[in-house]
C-alpha cells in the first residue's frame, strides 16, 4: 500500500530518510529534530489510530540512538514495538507511516522483512534483552568485537520471566550488550510488583540522584585518565554506588554494569551519555526515566492506559472519537467482565488472575469490586497459570483470563501444573482467533488446536454473550477440571444479554436450524457468519441447517453421529487455524466412525496472516458470510455435475 503523506514533518524532519541523515545534523538540532518527530506521530496516529503514548515516550531516545550508533550495523532490538513508530520514521518508512497497521501497509510493530533497521520481529514483550545477547554472541563469535547491540526494554516488560532469564545470563557473558530501561512505571496498565517499587526507590532518592550527577561528570572525563581510564572510571563508580545503594542494586548483582537513573526526555544529556556507554566493554544497563504520552498534554496528564492506544482523536481538544451513539452489542471482553463480577458475588471462591492485562481483559470491573481476590501478576503468563493452580489446591476457582496469543507463552505450564494435576483452572482465552491490525503476532490461531490435544482440558467457545455467561458458569460448577473459553475481540451480537444463568452440559452441541443436504458445523463466534450466509441463501432456495457445537472437547458424539448418517455433505467453520483445529476433530471423528460425507474445512489456513481488520482478514482467509456462500454453490454444482454423468 502507497500512501503519500499529507501531513507536515517540519523543516528537519523533512530532510531526514535514514539514520545517516539525522547524524549530519548538529547536537543543538536533535531536539528540534524529536519535536517534529512527535508532531508527526501525533498527527497521524490521530487521524490513523495506532499506539500512541509509549511512542511519544520515547522520541528523544529514539534521536539519541539513531544519532550515536551506527544502525543498522550497530544492532537495535526494541521490546514489544508499541514505541517503535518514531524508529519506523527515521528508518526510511516516513511517507508510508500513515499506512501504519492499514491492510497491505506497515506492521504496527518492527518487522525483519520490512526495513534492515528493524533487526527483530517483536509483538510479545520482553524479549528483547534475550535477542540483543543472542546478536551479541554471534557477532563476537565472528569477530566483530566493535559492534554494539542495544535492547530497549519498558519497565513492565521487564516483569517477565524471559528477561530475567535474560539478564542471567548476559551478566555472565562479556560482550556489547547495552539494556535500556525504559522506566514510565507504566506497560498498558500500570506496573506491578516489587521490581516496580525498587525502581520507584532508585529515581526518587534525592541523595542518589544528587550523588549521580557528580558521578556522570567524573566519568565524563574518562578520555583523559589514558590507559587506566576503566580502572580508575570503575572504582568511581563502585564506590559511589556502593556509598549510596549499599550492596543492594539488583542490576550491579548480576553482573552488568549500572547507570542512571537519567532524564530520558533530555535530548543533548541522552547523546552525551550514549556516546560515553558505547565505549565501555562489557554488560551495562542505563535507567531511563521516561513519561508515557510526553510532549501531548491529553496523553501525559490524563488516563495513560486510555492514551495507550486510543484510537481515532481530535488532536488539537484531546477529544476522542467515539463513533456512532447507536445502541451496540457489548465486546465479549466486557461481558467477561460483569459476568465474572456476578459469578463472584455468588461464589466466594472465584478469584480472577491476569498478566497485566487488567483493562484489556476487563478484569478491572472486579477489582473494583473485588480487590482481594484479583491479581494481576504482571507480564507473566507462565507464572499467571502456575499461580492459579497453586489457588486451585486449596478449592479456589481462578479465572485465569489471558489473551489466546500470549497463553502460547504459557503452554508448559498448562500441561505440567494444571491439566496432569486435572485441577480446576478456567482459562478465559481472550481475543481468540484474527484481531485485525496488530496482526501475527497477536492472532488468536491456534489455542484450538493447542488446547484440544491436552487430556483432562475441556475446550469451549460461546456463539455469542449468552453463551459466554453460561459457559463460565458452567466451568465454575463443582468438578469440572480445567476448562477453556475462548472468545474473539470486538463486539458481539446481542443487545439484551443479560440472561438467568443456565448449565449447559459438557460436550453437547445444539441445532440452530435444520437444513436438507448440507450441515455447517460451526464453533464459537464464527457460527453468526453461518446465520447471515443461511439467510441469503434461503432466498436462492437453497436450505442449509446449522449446528453450534460450543464444545471442540469434549465433541457431541451423539449429535455428530446424527448429523453423518443425515447429510451427505459437512461444512465446518472456525476463527481459527485449520490445521489441527475444529474441523480436523471432526474428521477425526468421522475416521474413526467410517463415515465417508464429503466434508470442507474453513478457517485459518496454514500460514502467518498480516494485519488489516478484522473483516478484511476474514475476506483473506475465506471463512466469512460470503465464503461459506461460494463453499457452498462449489459444493452444490460438483454434486449436480456428477449426477448429471
Known sequence: MKEKTKYNTGKLLSKINTPEDLRKLQKSQLQTVADELRQYIIDVVSEKGGHLGASLGVVELTVALHYIFNTPEDQLVWDVGHQAYGHKILTGRKKLFPTNRKYKGLSGFPKRNESVYDTFGVGHSSTSISAALGMAIASKSDGENKRQHIAVIGDGSMTAGIAFEALNHAGAENTNLLV??????????????????YLTDISTSHTYNKAKNKLWRILGKISKFGKTAQKIAKKVEGAVKSTILGESNYFESLNFRYFGPIDGHDTKHLVSVLNDLKKIPGPKILHCLTVKGKGYKPAEEGDTTKWHAPGIFNKNTGEIVAGSYKKMPPKYQDVFGDTIVELASRNKNIVGVTPAMLSGSSLKKMMEVFPERTFDVGIAEQHAVTFSAGMSTLGKIPFCNIYSTFM????????????????????????????????????????????????????????????????????????????????????????????????????????????????????????????????????????IAHYDMRFVKPLDENLLHKICKKYLFIITIEDGCVKGGFGSAILEFMSSNDYSNKTRLLGIPDKFINHGTQAELYNECFYNEDALIKTIHSVLENSNKKQAI
Open 180 to 197: 535500556i530501561l525504559n522506566d514510565n512505571c507504566m506497560s498498558i496498565d500500570p506496573a506491578v510488583g516489587a521490581l516496580k517499587e
Open 408 to 543: 502460547q507463552r504459557a503452554y508448559d505450564q498448562v500441561i505440567h501444573d494444571v491439566a496432569i494435576q486435572n485441577l480446576n483452572v478456567v482459562f478465559c482465552l481472550d481475543r481468540g482467533g484474527l484481531v485485525g491490525a496488530d496482526g501475527a503476532t497477536h492472532h488468536g490461531a491456534f489455542d484450538l488446536s493447542y488446547f484440544r490435544c491436552i487430556p483432562n482440558m475441556i475446550v469451549s467457545a460461546p456463539m455469542n454473550e449468552q453463551e459466554l455467561r453460561d459457559l463460565m458458569f458452567t466451568s465454575q460448577l463443582p468438578n469440572q477440571g480445567p476448562f477453556s473459553i475462548r472468545y474473539p475481540r470486538g463486539n458481539g451480537i446481542m443487545i439484551d444479554w443479560k440472561t438467568p444463568f443456565k448449565e449447559i452440559k459438557i460436550g453437547t452441541g445444539r441445532l440452530i436450524s435444520d437444513g436438507d443436504e448440507i450441515a455447517v458445523l460451526s464453533i464459537g463466534h464464527a457460527g453468526n457468519f453461518v446465520t447471515g450466509a443461511r439467510n441469503q441463501l434461503k432466498k436462492e432456495g437453497i436450505n
